[in-house]
């Protein structure tokens, strides 16, 4: 045993076409054969623990190996008392994010009309910012990678809803209004979270690919 764990760069030895040549040949040649066998499935791209931050941003986006992506947020708790989530999508890897009055076509949520928007919210409430508050629930971004429009929107979980410490348990699923799409069709390739005013109290934010073959 070598006693370590295998890396990409660690070789083994493969017999080239069967009854061939004895050849090197790196790990990673082996996950990427794996890989054009095994084909779909959910697969870990990031994760990001936040701790009072303004945004947080995802840029790894593959179109040559993701069709879709499934983002993951646990404990994510705004600063501010009924604070909105925001996405915002970015063209240009995230160097600059879509913030036009018309940039998103979305549905509508408690502080937000349908139509045009500068944002995609999610959910139809704002968030509670005490313990036990805030936004658990998945997010699904559809087909960034066609130049057609562009879907997001909260797909499953719970979201505690403004003044839960004056009404406790108060709470609505995430599902429940908000979301939307690009206005324009437009390869999209990377993706912010915020929140409508202040910063990210703390939360987790996991992202996944859905592995086109």
Same mark, same amino acid.
């Given at each position: 045993d070598i006693g370590a764990a295998l890396v990409d760069a660690d070789l083994m030895i493969v017999d080239d076409g069967a009854g061939g040549t004895n050849r090197k040949a790196t790990m990673a040649r082996l996950a990427t054969y794996m890989g054009t066998k095994i084909g779909g499935g959910l697969e870990f791209i990031a994760t990001a623990d936040i701790s009072n931050a303004a945004t947080v941003s995802f840029t790894g986006f593959d179109s040559s190996k993701y069709d879709s992506y499934k983002f993951t947020?646990?404990?994510?708790?705004p600063v501010t008392d009924d604070a909105d989530v925001y996405?915002?999508?970015?063209?240009?890897s995230g160097s600059n994010y879509l913030?036009?009055?018309d940039s998103y076509t979305i549905v509508p949520s408690e502080h937000a009309s349908a139509g045009d928007s500068a944002f995609i919210p999610f959910g139809?409430?704002?968030l509670s910012n005490v313990d036990g508050g805030g936004m658990t629930a998945t997010v699904d971004v559809i087909g960034p990678h066609? =130049?057609?429009?562009?879907?997001?929107?909260?797909?499953?979980g719970m979201i505690?809803?403004?003044?839960?410490? +004056?009404?406790? =348990?108060?709470?609505n699923a995430a599902s429940y209004?908000?979301?939307?799409q690009t206005k324009a069709n437009t390869? +999209?390739?990377?993706?912010?979270f915020k929140f409508s005013s202040g910063n990210i109290a703390s939360g987790t934010i996991t992202m996944y690919g859905l592995v086109n073959s």
């Open positions: 947020f646990a404990n994510f708790l996405a915002l999508l970015s063209v240009d913030a036009a009055s139809y409430n704002g066609l =130049n057609k429009r562009t879907y997001v929107y909260p797909a499953s505690n809803i403004a003044d839960e410490s +004056v009404t406790p =348990n108060y709470f209004g908000g979301g939307g390869v +999209v390739n990377a993706i912010q």
